[in-house]
């Protein structure tokens, strides 16, 4: 079976940046740039470490591009890399926290904006107003790690279902499975909240 264009551009992009033309890497990880920014700001509540948690999983996938096989869609490869340098950075925090150790101050202009972009604005209606992008973030925070993790990459990032469980390394049943718990319990947790802001909209398409 052919490869779509897309791929193929892909396919092309890799292995003229392998071959040394390093300048084409911004044009292979354009397409994904907002989509690790977006898991990482999920997952860490806080612009610059989500920024610094990109630009870290960006250099990695820079650093082990000769790695990557095409038998997964590149983009599918990259944010498995995002997804890790999150649960890395929630893991050293708790650690941190357990052993009560200071937390030094970032030194201005450590992280390197170079591959950053536009990614501030998350596209998704669920997010317009402030109250609810509000709510879906505390309730997303509540949801266990791996239950969150389904919503993300599921009803945030949109990512279809296959993707999405090779990403988690599950098969696609036990995603589906904890989609669905997932959503059971953002519906009890969030339809009350909801209600309340406009009682006519029904919020949760997706049940």
């Not at 990695?60 to 095409?70: D, E, T, V």
């Not at 997964?72 to 995002?82: N, Q």
């Not at 609810?132 to 993300?152: F, K």
């Amino acid at each position: 079976m052919a490869s779509s264009p897309e791929l193929r551009e892909e396919k092309h992009l890799i292995a003229s940046i392998l071959a040394g033309e390093t300048h084409l890497f911004h044009d292979l990880i354009r397409p994904y740039e907002r989509s690790v920014y977006v898991m990482a700001l999920s997952f860490l509540h806080n612009e610059a470490d989500a920024e610094d948690a990109t630009q870290e999983a960006l250099l990695k996938a820079y650093r082990n591009l000769a790695s990557f096989r095409a038998e997964s869609k590149f983009g599918t490869w990259l944010i498995s890399i995002a997804l890790n340098e999150a649960r890395s950075r929630i893991r050293s925090k708790k650690v941190l926290a357990t052993e009560s150790l200071d937390i030094g101050v970032e030194e201005p202009g450590h992280v390197s904006p170079a591959l950053l972009r536009d990614w501030h604005e998350i596209p998704s209606q669920a997010l317009e107003r402030q109250e609810v992008r509000l709510m879906l973030q505390e309730a997303l925070s509540a949801l266990p790690q791996s239950y969150r993790e389904v919503v993300l990459l599921r009803d945030v990032e949109e990512m279809n279902t296959n993707d999405a469980a090779e990403i988690l390394n599950i098969s696609v049943t036990a995603l589906k499975v904890r989609l669905h718990r997932a959503r059971t319990m953002l519906q009890k947790d969030l339809a009350p909240k909801l209600k309340q802001l406009n009682p006519k909209r029904r919020w949760f398409q997706w049940l």
